[in-house]
């Protein structure tokens, strides 16, 4: 077996103390509202991203979605609301309009899954404005837990949306949800979350809706309580 890492980082330690607080106070009512913002990357996850879309939908959440481009183009979300944010599925801050790390407002619980190569390299103040710091800046904002990479895992290695999206909606700790996803396992990924965190579950029942959620993952979910 291994452990499953993530990381209590940021800025600064009221960032830290935020990730704690944060996911101490989920409710099961967070689990079923608020905004889902979903943006393709290098037009790869194109069927994925949709199934995303219809499982986050599904659960009730107001679901936006630009899963249109490609790698010469990066979809972005203009115009959309950044309040209320339960989950985020972008590549790098090109994925906004205009350019630049939107003001988002987060809800208990929420979840920024990332996919820019070297989005998780700093946590330092010095490279605040730089994308190497961009999960830090999510964090700062108020994201409960954030996926980014240290180094290039290419669109490939990088978690799976239709993945990841069911699994966030299911009551297991935050480690479990993420590295669940993940087509491999690789020191480059960085979960930045409290690994004592216990989803609630949804208040409806959400189906796989493809066979690898449940038949092909790269690692078993065994709950904290469980152990």
């Known amino acids: 077996?291994?452990?499953?890492?993530?990381?209590l980082d940021g800025f600064s330690v009221a960032d830290v103390q935020r990730i704690i607080n944060s996911s101490a106070n989920i409710r099961k009512a967070?689990?079923?509202s608020g905004n889902a913002l979903l943006t393709n990357t290098a037009g790869y996850f194109t069927g994925p991203l949709a199934t995303a879309?219809?499982?986050l939908s599904a659960a009730g959440l107001n679901v936006t979605i630009n899963n249109s481009e490609?790698?010469?183009n990066t979809a972005t979300l203009p115009n959309v609301p950044y309040y209320n944010v339960s989950y985020l599925d972008m590549f790098n801050y090109g994925s906004f309009s205009p350019t630049g790390l939107a003001d988002m407002h987060w809800r208990n619980g929420s979840l920024g899954v990332t996919r820019y190569s070297f989005g998780a390299v700093h946590t330092n103040n010095a490279s605040y404005s730089t994308w190497e710091a961009l999960a830090s800046r999510l964090v700062e904002?108020?994201?409960t837990a954030v996926i980014a990479y240290s180094t290039e895992p290419y669109v490939s290695g990088?978690?799976?949306p239709e993945v990841i999206s069911y699994n966030w909606l299911q009551p297991y700790p935050y480690a479990d949800?993420?590295?669940n996803a993940a087509p491999d396992l690789s020191w480059g990924t960085v979960v930045f979350g409290d690994p004592k965190a216990q989803f609630p579950g949804v208040n409806v029942r959400i189906l796989p809706s493809?066979?690898?959620?449940?038949?092909n993952l790269s690692c078993e979910i065994t709950p904290l309580s469980q152990l």
């Open 53 to 55: 879309n219809s499982t």
């Open 1 to 7: 077996g291994i452990y499953l890492v993530t990381r």
């Open 177 to 179: 949800i993420i590295w």
């Open 158 to 160: 990088s978690n799976a």
């Open 70 to 72: 490609d790698y010469t």
């Open 30 to 32: 967070d689990r079923n």
């Open 141 to 143: 904002q108020g994201a």
């Open 210 to 215: 493809i066979a690898s959620v449940t038949n």
